[in-house]
């Protein structure tokens, strides 16, 4: 497995409150993602970066938002968490700025109640 | 915007049979189809690929074919194997590392 670690794996949080979710990487690729996962949609990309203090919104990206301060680390923020954030969330990296393989974290899976 | 539609949603099959999955997408910029496949609780890991100078790649029982004027793509799995029950995805991608997903098809092999 690539090294990607996300933590926590699990959550549960009530509405209104602030969440952060970590993905940290140990194979210094440039590019990191968050993705959200919900049953009939796919995985649809929230937020990505394409290096340090770089970074830009993805497909569902309203009520989240993301910093990177080192390569290793991508955090992804719930401001004010939601019922409607409910899901799994995975972390990717991948090595080019071409379409290439991306390495998938182990997801976390928060609940927002 | 970008799309892709995956087919079946769900698609059970007997063990040592064939099975196909479709993705139709949109973005005619795409050059970039990978497939992955996710078991249960864990991230999703590539099995095959494919660019859009290629029109076919096999990897053992696995092959996925790419008809870049109709845009849709293909895997297939052939001598399916009750491993080989999971989630798999679709996905296309261009320049940037982005990735855009079908919505999963649940593969379930019977012995």
Request: overall charge negative; charged content about 25%; aromatic content about 10%.
């Amino acid at each position: 497995d690539a090294g990607i670690t996300q933590s926590p794996r699990h959550k549960v949080t009530e509405t209104g409150t602030p969440v952060t979710l970590r993905c940290h990487q140990t194979e210094n690729h440039r590019y990191m993602y968050w993705y959200r996962q919900d049953p009939g949609h796919g995985l649809r990309l929230i937020h990505y970066s394409y290096g340090v203090k770089d970074t830009d919104k993805g497909e569902v990206s309203d009520g989240y938002s993301v910093s990177r301060s080192k390569t290793e680390d991508f955090l992804l923020t719930l401001e004010s968490a939601t019922s409607s954030q409910t899901s799994v969330y995975f972390c990717a990296i991948s090595e080019l700025d071409r379409a290439t393989e991306a390495f998938f974290g182990q997801g976390t899976r928060l609940t927002v109640v | 915007g970008e799309n892709v539609e995956q087919h079946p949603s769900t698609l059970s099959v007997q063990e040592g049979d064939s099975a196909v999955i479709k993705c139709t997408y949109s973005d005619s910029a795409s050059n970039y189809f990978p497939w992955y496949k996710q078991e249960l609780g864990k991230g999703p890991q590539l099995i095959i690929d494919i660019r859009s100078n290629v029109g076919e790649k096999k990897d053992q029982r696995i092959a996925v074919t790419l008809n870049k004027t109709a845009k849709h793509f293909s895997l297939h799995i052939t001598e399916t194997q009750p491993e080989d029950s999971a989630v798999y995805f679709c996905a296309e991608g261009n320049q940037g590392g982005k990735l855009i997903f079908g919505q999963g098809t649940e593969l379930s092999v019977k012995p």
